[in-house]
């Protein structure tokens, strides 16, 4: 139990300053869930059919792309996450853990920030579009190295740039809503 003193003078709102130092995990934890539940709705398969924690474990194989060209089209778009391995039988095992089949999304971050469950839900969709949007590029690259795609999405020519753009410009409005703490 922790004890403060309220000062209706000054406006201090202490309460929900040690509220949110006591409890973020709280929230990290039900913003997490939201985004799992999203991004099942969206049709994605998730490692452990959930989460009951900070992160969300995503298995793209079953959409046709790998955690390595998703990760790279949504750097572009100013969302950060991880390429990250994912089980499966010998068949559909991960072929290199330079192009795993999966990418990781922890929550922590966007909480520290002051996104809640239906700002979650806003990423979830952002991850379907970039998601979309580099299967489209897969599609457009001749060779089928990461190098390959990587030299294409880099390049002059990648025809999805406004694509890319139109994303990062979603994405850059809701977290321009919340600043970086201490920042």
Do not use: W
């Amino acid at each position: 139990m922790i004890f403060y003193k309220k000062d209706p003078v000054l406006g201090v709102d202490l309460e929900s300053a040690i509220n949110n130092a006591v409890f973020p995990g709280l929230q990290v934890i039900s913003n997490c869930k939201t985004l799992a539940t999203r991004l099942v709705e969206l049709g994605y398969k998730l490692v452990s059919g959930g989460t009951d924690n900070h992160l969300v474990l995503v298995d793209l194989r079953p959409q046709g792309i790998d955690g390595a060209r998703v990760e790279k089209i949504l750097d572009i778009s100013s969302i950060t996450l991880n390429k990250n391995s994912v089980p499966g039988r010998s068949i559909t095992r991960d072929k290199s853990a330079l192009v795993p089949g999966g990418i990781r999304v922890g929550t922590p971050a966007m909480t520290t920030r002051g996104l809640k469950e239906n700002d979650f839900e806003a990423v979830a969709d952002f991850i379907h579009e970039g998601v979309q949007i580099a299967l489209r590029a897969k599609a457009c690259v001749k060779g089928t190295k990461l190098k390959d795609y990587m030299d294409y999405v880099e390049s002059p020519d990648f025809s999805l740039k406004e694509s890319v753009s139109e994303l990062k410009k979603k994405v850059e409005s809701l977290t321009n809503q919340f600043p970086m703490p201490g920042v």
